[in-house]
């Protein structure tokens, strides 16, 4: 039960088990005309290669854990001496099997084969691609056990015994002849694994160079644990089964015969039992389980097309899970009234499993993402297939259905899936902005996700049409309101939760995250949108749909209000980004400027108010002589409208900053009286909770000066449009710094009771062992709250100096907006 030969045959076997395209001629080998060529699947194959790749990702971590180990302890010690070369594979010596020849093998059993034939759709295809492997029953589960009796048991264990000790000593018998045997042969005698996969008897064959060693694949699905590792046994020795006595065929010997266990199962030969089989191969697929991350990229996984392979079958599941399909005889055939329902037999719903390892190869950075380029085409091939699905959602009625809104499943999934990926540790890193390698099929990560979001605007303008709620065109209300129609909601929220993402990317600002950077480290970060892709975001019409979609959704319930205010945001840090071209599109936008210019507001959004006030005072309003608006509203009838502010947008945000000084002053105060109670009540702790979400503002309107671009000069501008708005604004500012000068530092603080944490050795009262538990709670208590103000302190510190620095920055009169910003990069000035 083992399978020889090294690599070299885990790749033979894995080409022979795949099924051909009928248009592909067959190879011309000299295996062809043997038994190799009939081989199929079989339950102990199955299992074996479970079991052998399990082994392989095993050994490939504490190898590597070792590894990293003996270089620290080599460069630790200094040694000069340079230890040897290490050739032992992944898998016991270097002579035998390596792990990526049972990884390479794994791919062809659990996912190429199936792919192939899925493309095929032949029964007689698959059932001899199958042989005779059949899933594992549910009733053989442990859990199917659990009424037997113990007496049932314990027969049972008896049996099982008997067999293994029975099995140990026939092999071990013919494990002796076969070596008695080996050492009678001629040295040109063929090699014990030839005669085991191709059972020639002609012993001409030419020798293995050094992988004739012996390794397992085979197991025994009878007892999971009956496994012989490492074993010469060959039941199928010629010259030792030549003798009387020789292996007996009415036993157990044909169960591992492999020519015997290839032939087709007739239960494979049935529509239904391929289903099923092929399910269970499919769900066992996975990038983790099959240890594919030991596959290199040249050798096997490029050459062999396993990318194209992982892409092509996740989109034709995907595709016939959508759609479904009536036709009994097929693979993919999916019964509607089950679809909602677990089966065993349902194919379809397994695009997963391809799609999460194609996923996993393409952050895989150590084969330098080389699955990456198919993984973006694959997410763009998944919108851009639907656009016709959405092209005939926006021209049917809206009240043809009740889910007129609800994506397409493939528009769903490639945007759920960008935005992972947008979001993922591996493509923000700073090593993502640099080449994953020296040859000329190295990618730049950080490029290729642009990119792939680029070459998709149009598509992404076309989703937010479908999903946005839609106004009559003559004034009657919303033919899709969101507050009376929920799944329209719904649909636009998880829309703009994916699209925002992909949005920050481009513009490495996350502002509903506190104008915080998107990427890690240095190298080359995308700090602004240039000018082609400002005009190509307005037009392909997704930067109006942006819009669009939040005017569309002002009557919303409060969970979907802080979604529309991260949509918000996004778009004021596209805006920022390219100000003469889509800023000076947005506040020409009614709806938006009614909103964000308002004083409730700037009430309730402080920092935001004062952000999108700062903008609109810069583009539309002149230097020094701004014009106060005058409105009038042309109507006879009597309306109860509100007060209209009549300020400028300039002494609207130099109020809203000088509020905003004044909150985080009474905050400092509030907060270090609270720091300083012994005892600390419930309300204490919702009260610095506040404290500190308003001294989050500071920190905020900081990062938006140092991380965006054109962010100090369009505030600076804003300053100069009212006479004594600067001055106003440092006087704020050194209020603060005042304020900031004057609490403690608590720096090396050890607050607590001298030897409250230690007993005298003579103290028996327990009386006071409580009382010593509570001081000790109070000191910690105390100690903590203490090291949090310090952190709030030091970040509300570093966000003064950056905000005084961007106002000494300014000389005399406003600064043009052609203005070189490399001058007024604050952040290269902090500590």
């Known amino acids: 039960p083992i399978v020889t030969g090294g690599d070299r045959v885990c790749r033979q076997l894995a080409e022979v088990l795949v099924p051909k395209y009928k248009t592909t001629a067959t190879r011309s080998t000299k295996s062809d005309n043997n038994n190799l060529a009939k081989l199929a699947l079989s339950s102990p194959l199955v299992e074996g290669v479970l079991q052998a790749v399990a082994r392989a990702g095993s050994k490939a971590t ?60 032949n029964l007689d295809v698959i059932s001899q691609f199958l042989g005779s492997f059949q899933p594992p029953e549910k009733t053989n589960s442990a859990a199917a056990h659990e009424g037997l009796s113990a007496e ?135 990038y983790g389980n099959m240890a594919l991350n030991l596959l290199s990229s040249r050798t096997c996984w490029t050459a062999l097309g396993m990318s194209e392979s992982l892409g092509d079958l996740a989109f034709t599941l995907l595709l016939a899970n959508t759609n479904g399909s009536s036709d009994t005889s097929s693979l993919l055939w999916r019964e509607k009234q089950r679809m909602e329902e677990d089966v065993d037999d349902d194919i379809t719903t397994l695009w997963d499993r391809p799609l999460f390892a194609l996923r996993d190869r393409a952050m895989d950075n150590n084969h330098g993402h080389d699955a990456l380029s198919t993984y973006l085409q694959l997410l763009c091939a998944f919108l851009s297939h639907s656009e016709e699905d959405i092209m005939s959602i926006l021209s049917s009625p809206s009240n043809d259905t009740n889910n007129a809104n609800d994506l397409p499943p493939l528009t769903a999934v490639g945007l759920s899936s960008f935005a992972t990926l947008c979001t993922s540790k591996e493509m923000t890193c700073s090593s993502s902005a640099k080449l994953c390698g020296t040859s000329i099929e190295s990618v730049c990560p950080r490029d290729e996700v642009s990119d792939a979001i680029f070459n998709s605007i149009d598509t992404l303008g076309h989703i937010i049409e479908c999903v946005r709620p839609k106004k009559s065109v003559f004034g009657g209300g919303s033919t899709g309101k969101a507050s009376n129609d929920n799944s329209t909601t719904e649909s636009w ?19 509903r995250f506190d104008f915080q950077t998107v990427f890690e480290g240095g190298g080359s970060r995308r700090t602004t949108l240039s000018d082609s892709d400002a005009k190509a975001l307005l ?86 002589e701004a014009p106060k608006p005058r409105l009038k509203l042309r109507t006879n009838a009597k309306l109860n409208l509100p007060p209209v502010d009549t300020s400028s947008l300039a002494e609207r945000c130099n109020s809203g900053f000088e509020q905003l000084c004044k909150s985080c002053n009474s905050a400092l105060t509030s907060y270090k009286e609270i720091v300083e109670k012994e005892d600390q009540s419930e309300a ?101 709250r203490r090291k949090d103000f310090r952190q709030v302190v030091s970040l509300v510190r570093s966000s003064v100096k950056v905000i005084a620095l961007a106002l000494e920055s300014q000389k005399g009169a406003g600064l043009s907006l052609k203005t070189p910003m490399s001058s007024y990069n604050a952040s290269s000035k902090t500590d």
């Not at 607590?752 to 409580?770: C, E, F, I, R």
Request: net charge negative; glycine share 4%; proline share 3%.
């Open 493 to 511: 929220v998880r829309t703009a939760v994916c699209i925002i993402p992909m949005l920050e990317y481009l513009i490495n600002i996350q502002a």
């Open 62 to 121: 504490s190898s590597t854990k070792q590894a990293n180990k003996k270089t620290e302890d080599t460069s630790q010690n200094n040694e000069d001496s340079k230890s040897p070369p290490n050739d032992e594979s992944m898998i016991g010596s270097s002579s035998i099997t390596s792990s990526e020849g049972y990884a390479q093998l794994a791919f062809a059993i659990f996912l190429e084969g199936p792919y192939r034939c899925i493309q095929q759709d």
């Open 684 to 784: 204490d702790e919702n009260e610095a909770r506040e404290h500190k979400e308003t001294l989050g503002s500071i920190v905020k309107f900081s990062n938006y000066l140092s991380n965006c671009t054109h962010g100090i000069k369009i505030w600076l501008d804003s300053l100069n449009n009212k006479e004594d708005s600067p001055q106003k604004a440092k006087t704020a500012i050194a209020d603060l710094r005042s304020t900031l000068a004057r609490l403690p530092s608590y720096a090396g603080d050890e607050t607590g009771v001298k030897g409250a944490d230690h007993k005298k050795d003579d103290d028996n009262d327990n009386s006071s062992t409580d009382e010593h538990s509570e001081i000790r709670q109070k000191a910690t208590s105390l100690r903590q």
């Open 539 to 624: 037009d392909s019409g997704l930067f109006r749909e942006l819009l669009s979609l939040y005017t569309c959704t002002q009557d919303e319930s409060d969970a979907s209000n802080v979604v529309r205010l991260q949509l918000l945001r996004t778009i004021f840090a596209l805006s920022v980004q390219a100000p003469e071209i889509l800023g000076r599109y947005a506040i020409r936008v009614p709806d938006l400027v009614k909103e964000v210019h308002a004083s409730i507001f700037m009430d309730e959004n402080l920092v935001d108010g004062i952000l999108w006030t700062a903008l609109g005072s810069s583009l539309l309003e002149s230097k020094l």
């Open 152 to 286: 049932e048991k314990s027969r049972l264990v008896e049996e099982a015994t008997s067999k293994i000790v029975d099995g140990i000593e026939t092999m071990s018998m013919e494990e002796d002849k076969a070596k008695a045997a080996k050492n009678n042969r001629d040295d040109d005698a063929s090699s014990s694994s030839s005669e085991f996969f191709l059972h020639n008897k002609n012993n001409n064959v030419a020798k293995e160079d050094d992988n004739n060693s012996m390794e397992e694949i085979w197991a025994e699905d009878s007892d999971p644990d009956d496994y012989e590792y490492e074993s010469s046994y060959n039941p199928y020795n010629i010259a030792g089964n030549n003798d009387g006595d020789g292996y007996d065929d009415d036993m157990d010997g044909d169960y591992f015969n492999p020519t015997q266990l290839s032939n087709p199962d007739p239960i494979n030969q049935t529509w239904e039992g391929a289903r099923k089989s092929i399910h269970h191969l499919l769900s066992s697929f996975s």
